[in-house]
């Protein structure tokens, strides 16, 4: 089953919004399978950011990502990946559709709120960035 890697950035934890973006998630339909609250380390941004390594908001973009918590998640379901940047919305939050996250509660590209994995490959490398084997559970829903 296709998986994703979506964190929410520490703008969107501290503007109060991870409820209501797990609620979007959870809604659509797709499964929880991994999540975490946690303060990222230099080391782990840098690897995470790494093709951006060359860009000149690089820098800023790796202070961010560290300043504060982040709610680094693992969400399955058929087509997961393009369903969730089509939810997450275009990368500035001003170009993007309302209806998105982005769309409805940001205005700043480096303040976008939540990072998700753009092609499956990228996310099968972000998931085994962020976490363990056995942090991810393995269930299905049934109801
Ligand atoms: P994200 O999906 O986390 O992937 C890379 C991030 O770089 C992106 O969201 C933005 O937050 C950030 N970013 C992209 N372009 C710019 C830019 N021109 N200036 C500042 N930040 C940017």
Redesign the pocket.
Known sequence: MERTFLAI?PDGVQRQLIGEIICRFETKGFTLVGLKFMKVSRELAEQH?DV?KE?P?FN??VEFITSGPVTAMVWEGDGVVAAARKMIGA?NPLSAEPGTIRGDFGVN??R?LI??SDAVETAQREIGLWFKQEELVDWQPTL
């Open positions: 950035k950011y951006h860009k908001f800023g973009l990368t590209i480096g976008n990072h998700g």
